[in-house]
C-alpha cells in the first residue's frame, strides 16, 4: 500500500492510521467526562478520513517533497493549494450516511456527531445561517467529488473502517448521547417557564463539550508528532494526588498564628471552608467581606472537596491578570515547595496570556495550552471565550471544566451582558458535568435572582459557605464612610488638596478614579507638592511587572509607616492585598466602591480607616466609552441617597450585603434587556441576542419557514459561528505590545528578535507575558502610524514597543516621552 500521511515534520512522516488512532483514543478519554466514550472515539477516528484522497495526499508530499516536481506525475503546487482541500467533510458524511437513515433518534445523534467532526477546523459551523438559509444540510449534501467520500472509502485503512462501522453499529452510541440529552431535558423541565431556550442551550455546550474533546485530541495529537521535545513536558493528568498538596496547604495554616482579632476572624473563615468541603458538587456561594481571606480559605475548600470527590483540577476564574499574578504566586509558594524541586512548576498553571491576538495561525493553534495542570488561573475573558467564542484555540478547553472545582473569585465582574449566557453554562457545569461551582466575592451579584425563562443560576439548596454572612460583615466593618458629593462635582485640584490633607492626618492615602487621564491628572498635581519618594501612579498603560515593581514600593513604605500616596485606576480595587489609613474614591458602582474600601484598614487596626466617596466634575471625567461604570455609578447615587434618608434600614453598613442588594436588584432591573448579549441589526439584518442564536434561533428559523416553507426537524438549529463571531467577552478586543521596561524588558525584546523559533520559547514567552501592555485598536493604529511598533516575526505578530513611547511614570503613551534610546538585539 502507498505511504498515506497525517502530517510531515523534519523528514518525518506520522501516516494517518497512527493519527487517527491516536485522536481517537485522546478524544475517547476528554469525552469520558460527559459519558460519551463511543462518541468520542467516534469523531476521533473519521474526523481526517478525507486526507486518505489522492488529492490531499499529493497535496502533503508535494509540499514535502516527497514527490519530485521533475519526476512524479502527481506532484502538485502545495502552496497554491494550501487550505483549499476539503478533508473534514468525508468524516461527518460517514458519520451522517450510516446513522441518520435509521430513524429519528438516530438522525439526531448523528447531526451532534457529523457536526463536530465537519467543524474541527472552523469552529462549530452555523446549523442554520441567520438568514435561515440550512448550512448543515449543505454541507451534508456537498457533492462527494469534492469531498471525497467514495474514494476514501475505497482507500482508507481497514482496521480504521472497520472500527468505525462498530462503532456506528454499536447501540451504546445512541444511548450515550441521548441520555446526555435527555438529563439537560429533564433538569431544564423543573424550571416549567423557558425550559426549551435554556435547554437548547445546554444541549449546545453538550455539542461545544464534545467538540472540545476532538479539538484538543487532534491539536496534543499533532503536537506529540511535530514537537518531541513538548510531548516529554505533557502531565496527561498524572498529577500530585490531593493529599499531597492537601498536607502542604494545611502545614502552612497551622503554621499561620494568629495575633490581631481579624487574624482570628479569618481562621474561622477558614474552617468553615474546610467544613463545607464535605457537601456535595453543586454551586455554591462564598460572600466575605474583602480583608477576610478568601484565596486561602477557597483553596481549603477546593483542595478537600476536590480530594473527597475524587475530581480532576480546581480553576480559579479571575477578572485581572494583577490579581492572578498576586494570587497563583502565594498559592504556588504552598503547593510547590523548593524542597521538592520536581513539583516545580508542575501543580499551578497561570493562563492569561495577551501576547498574542485572539485570531491565530494554525501554528499558533498546535501550540496552544489545555489546562493540563491540577491548579489552573485563568481569566474571567478566557473561560467566556472557551464557552463562547469563535474559533478552536478557547474551544479546545471546555472538556477540562468537567470534573472540576471552579471558583469565580470577584464575581461581580462578569459583563452584564453575559449574564444569561454564564448563568445557564454555570448550571450545565454543575448539573451535568460533575463540576462544583463556587461565586466568591465580597459583593455578591444575584446571578440566581435574574429572569429565570432566560436563564439563572441554580444554587445548591444550602448555598452558601459562610454561616452568618450579615454578622460576618457587621464584625469585618473596619471603616467609616463620608458621602462627599456636592453640586457641580470635584475638579482636580481640591481632589489632590484632600489626598494631602488626608496623607498628612493618616500618614497613606489612596485615591481611585475611573479613568486613566483622571488618574495622571491628579498624580501631577499631587507630585508637585510632595516628596517624589512618597507618590505613586498605578494604571493598565503600565505593564505587569511596572506595577508590580511599584505596587512593592507602596507596600513597604506602609508597612514601615512611611508617607504615602497612591493614585490608581480601579486595576487596584479588587484582590490587591494594601492597607492604606484613608481611601479616596469617585463615583462608581457600589460594588466598586465597596471593594475599594477593601483597601482601607485592611487589617482591622482599632481606629476605623476613612472612605470618601466623591463625585468629579463631568468635564474632568467622561465616561461615555465606559457605559457600566457610568451605569453603575447612576444605580449607587439611589442607594446612597436610600442609605443618607434610612442608614438602620442596611445596619448603618453601606458596603454590608442589605445595601449590596439593594443595589444589585435596582442595577439588573435597570439592564435587564441587555443581559442576553443582544447583536444589533447591523450584524445581521434584524435585531439579534446571542442567547438567542445558540438556542431556539427564532429569527432563523422565521427566516427559513417563510423562504421555505418549512423549518427542519432536527435537533440543532442554532446559529452556532454567526454567534461565535459576534461574541466578545470584552468589547474593544486588545492587542499585547511587550514594552522595554526597565533593563529587563528591553532584554526580552532582543531575545524575543533573536529567537529562532519564538513561538516554541515558553519560558519566554512567559516572561514576555510580564512586560506587555494590552492596547486598543486605535492606540495600536496611532503607534503604527508613528513607527512605534516593531514586529518580532510577521507570523507570530507578536509586537514590541520604541523606547520613545514608553514612560517611567505612566507606562505606554501614543506620543513620545523620551529621547531615542539605542535598542540592542542580542
Partial sequence: MPLIIAHTRDGEHQTLESHLQGVAELSRQAASKLALCKAGELIGLVHDLGKYSQAFQAYIQSAACILNQDEDE???????????????????????????????????????????????????????????????????????????????????????LARANELLGNPELVTELRSVIGKILARNRETHKGQHRNAQQQIGLAVRFLFSSLIDADRIDTSNFEHKRIKSYRQNGNYSEWPVLIERLERKLAAMSPTRPIDYLRRDISQHCLDAASRPGGTYTLT?????????????????????????????????????????????????????????????????????????????????????????????????????????????????LANAVLIFDEVQTLPIKCTHLFNNAINFLAEQCNSTIVLCTATQPLLHKVEAEKGAIRLAEQHEIMPDVHQLFADLKRVGVCDQRKPGGWDVAEVAQLALDEKSRAGSCLVIVNTKRAAQAIFEQCRAQVDQSEAFHLSTDMCPAHRKDELTKVRARLASGLPTLCISTQLIEAG???????????????????????????????????????????????????????????????????????????????????????????????????????????????????????????????????????????????????????????????????????????????????????????????????????????????????????????????????????????????????????????
Avoid at 460594588?591 to 466623591?614: F, K, L, Y
Fill in 576 to 826: 490587591v492585598d494594601v492597607d492604606f489609613g484613608v481611601v479616596i474614591r469617585y463615583l462608581a458602582g457600589l460594588d466598586s466602591i465597596a471593594q475599594a474600601a477593601g483597601r482601607c484598614n485592611r487589617n482591622g487596626r482599632p481606629e476605623p480607616g476613612i472612605v470618601h466617596i466623591i463625585n468629579p466634575r463631568p468635564e474632568d471625567e467622561k465616561l461615555t466609552s465606559l457605559p457600566d461604570i457610568a451605569k453603575g455609578r447612576d444605580i449607587a447615587l439611589r442607594v446612597l441617597d436610600d442609605f443618607a434618608r434610612m442608614p438602620q434600614r442596611y445596619a448603618d453598613n453601606l458596603f454590608g450585603p442589605m445595601a449590596l442588594d439593594d443595589f444589585y436588584r435596582y442595577y439588573f432591573f435597570e439592564r435587564k434587556n441587555e443581559m442576553d448579549y443582544p447583536v444589533p441589526a447591523s450584524a445581521f439584518g434584524r435585531d439579534d441576542t446571542i442567547a438567542n442564536l445558540l438556542a431556539e434561533n427564532s429569527g432563523a428559523v422565521a427566516d427559513s419557514h417563510r423562504k421555505h416553507g418549512r423549518v427542519p426537524e432536527r435537533l440543532l438549529n442554532q446559529s452556532f459561528m454567526a454567534a461565535a463571531k459576534a461574541f466578545k467577552a470584552i468589547d474593544a478586543p486588545t492587542q499585547g505590545v511587550v514594552v522595554p521596561y526597565g533593563s529587563e524588558g528591553a532584554d526580552i525584546i532582543g531575545r524575543l528578535f533573536a529567537a529562532f523559533d519564538v513561538e516554541l520559547d515558553g519560558l519566554l514567552l512567559r516572561r514576555a507575558q510580564q512586560f506587555t501592555v494590552n492596547v486598543f485598536p486605535h492606540q495600536l493604529d496611532k503607534l503604527k502610524t508613528a513607527g512605534a511598533i516593531l514586529e518580532v516575526k510577521p507570523e507570530t505578530r507578536i509586537m514590541t514597543l520604541d523606547p520613545r513611547y514608553y514612560s517611567p511614570q505612566f507606562g505606554l503613551s501614543t506620543e513620545p516621552v523620551s529621547a531615542m534610546e539605542a535598542l540592542y538585539v542580542i
Fill in 74 to 160: 502527481e506532484y502538485v503546487d502545495a502552496s497554491a493549494l494550501k487550505g483549499k482541500i476539503d478533508h473534514s467533510s468525508a468524516g461527518a458524511q460517514y458519520i451522517w450516511n450510516a446513522l441518520s437513515k435509521m430513524g429519528a433518534l438516530e438522525e439526531r445523534i448523528a447531526q451532534v456527531l457529523a457536526l463536530c467532526v465537519a467543524s474541527h477546523h472552523s469552529g462549530l459551523i452555523d446549523c442554520l445561517d441567520v438568514e435561515g438559509g440550512d448550512n448543515f444540510s449543505r454541507r451534508m449534501a456537498k457533492a462527494t467529488q469534492k469531498t471525497h467520500l467514495d474514494e476514501v472509502g475505497r482507500v482508507a485503512d481497514s482496521e480504521i
Fill in 288 to 400: 466575605v467581606p474583602t480583608g477576610g481571606g478568601k484565596t486561602l480559605a477557597s483553596l481549603r475548600f477546593a483542595l478537600h472537596h476536590a480530594s473527597q470527590r475524587k475530581l480532576d483540577r480546581i480553576i480559579y476564574i479571575i477578572p485581572f491578570t494583577s490579581i492572578i499574578e498576586q494570587n497563583a504566586q502565594a498559592v504556588r509558594d504552598i503547593l510547590e515547595p523548593i524542597d521538592v524541586p520536581a513539583d516545580q512548576g508542575k501543580i499551578v498553571l497561570e493562563h492569561h496570556s495577551n501576547i498574542t491576538p485572539e485570531q491565530q495561525t494554525w501554528r499558533e493553534k498546535i501550540l496552544c495550552e489545555n489546562w493540563d495542570a491540577p491548579v489552573i488561573y485563568t481569566t474571567m475573558v478566557q473561560l467566556l471565550e472557551a464557552l463562547f467564542g469563535a474559533g478552536t484555540r478557547g474551544a479546545r478547553r471546555v472538556h477540562q
